[in-house]
């Protein structure tokens, strides 16, 4: 190795990851998106009752005349309509957010498509004539103004969101290379409010150069799983040779069980003849490899079910938790709650919080050692906690402070084996399961799979399980999963 080769090998020895960009909590272009569908359905409606409650006032004198309810459908059916029609116009797409003259022209064209349509709907039903026509116009101009207000608003928060830093997609690049000085290069020219750069990585980093278009080469692929651990990362791109099939290869086996979409970058392939792109990131298109689960809405989603069910479960089930905490403390020394710390999202330990249902003194926080039938560690109350679950409700407190969800595979000890090995160590594919948060109960625990795991071959039967659950996830299956638990736990197998 050249002497260079050793100072920089040296010197990435004591690597630590670069600083974050920012504190503040991210936005999705996408969630905005939704958000925007939902006022828009909702500000229709809303400006016909206004759009009534004005007539009225200005021809009776006060709120009163022909009743509301014949105008509700028509109103319901305008928001659908134009809600529609500004899909299929792509005025929801996150890249045409930002556009505010773009947006006030498809909000005019598109409200103006939805009252012709609604208007030849009751020429054909015959049923204009039974509406106000001072009402019908009062309705159009104050719902536009309404859709115009939304956009202008939208505007300036997105303008703000973005000289905060707080709209751009996080995105790294591993590959030293002419293919990946290419991603650089055209990743630099994106706009900076879309596109950050968050580091640069190769394996060979002894052999190829320092930096790259600028940026400084962060490290190897250890570094940037480092990396990924401490900082929000939105995607990583694989920039090599698509010759190169058995690097690329063993890098999405590496990179695959990260909590980030992974792409590889077909760009010089794209240059070279026109083809349609499987994706794109900031003008580089990309074949879309692995998508981090539950982002967009779907995390939303999830982390509003979380919420409300845990806070209802907490005020249904607290009465509970007080007898069961004061029974702890009467049938043995030492606190009521006991913390371990197990596996959590992407890696990180969490502080997880279970009723104590061993001799204090006699309790692992590490998690090495399983607890087998009949052990004698467990005390009387232990027993009848850990036969029907009850030990866990204490985890409700970890949902509401957002470390755990209700359902999903469930957190293992850091020192958990499978057998006589380490359960991340013997598993292929272990670390993918943290691809969310872990649950209080899960598709493995409603399967057969609960319990002691004291052989590698169920050790892999609940992984697999695990992953099912992550690729498959919807609130239905959710809402499954919590309806089949509470028969599962009263029938109290391999509980102990």
Known sequence: MSELSEQRATSLHGWTAPRQRSARRRVSLEVISGVVKFLDACVIPAAGLAAWQLYNSRVYGEVQGP???????????????????MRLARGYDPQSLPRLGWQLSRVASSWAASLALLET?????????????????????????????????????????????????????????????????????????????GGIFDDRVTRGPERLEGYQVAGTT????????????DEIIIALPLS????????????????????????????EFPMRAIG???GVPVIEIVDR??????????????????LALLVLCGPLMALIALAIRLDSEG??????????????????????????????PSGALRTVRDDPRVTRVGWFLRAFSLDELPQLFNVLRGDMSLVGPRPHAVAMKAGDRLYHDAVDEYFRRHQVRPGMTGWAQINGSRGEIDTLEKARQRVALDLHYIENWSLWLDLRILLRTLPVLLSRRDAY
């Open 67 to 85: 009743q509301y309810d014949r105008y509700t459908m028509t109103a319901i059916l305008g928001a659908v309509i134009f809600v529609l029609i």
């Open 121 to 197: 709907i009751a020429y054909l039903s015959k049923a204009g004539t039974s509406y106000s026509r001072g009402w019908a116009i009062g309705w159009a101009l104050i719902a536009v103004t309404g859709l115009a207000l939304i956009r202008m608003g939208l505007f300036a928060l997105i303008r703000h969101w973005s000289r905060q830093g707080r709209l751009a997609r996080v995105v790294v690049i591993v590959g030293t290379g002419e293919a990946g000085q290419q991603v650089v290069a055209k990743l630099r020219a994106a706009s900076p409010e879309r596109i950050a750069i």
């Open 222 to 233: 250890d570094h940037l799983i480092a990396l990924v651990r401490q900082q929000a990362i």
């Open 244 to 271: 190169a099939t058995q690097r690329i290869g063993e890098l999405v086996a590496k990179l695959r069980s990260l909590p980030v979409d992974l792409r590889l970058s077909i760009d010089p392939v794209a240059g």
């Open 280 to 282: 794109d990131t900031g």
């Open 293 to 310: 689960p539950l982002k967009h809405w779907s995390g939303v989603a999830k982390s509003i079910e979380d919420k409300l069910l845990a």
């Open 335 to 364: 606190p009521a709650l006991f913390v371990q710390e197990r596996f959590g999202l992407n890696n990180r330990p969490l502080r997880l919080l279970k009723f104590r249902t061993m001799r204090a003194a006699e309790a692992d």
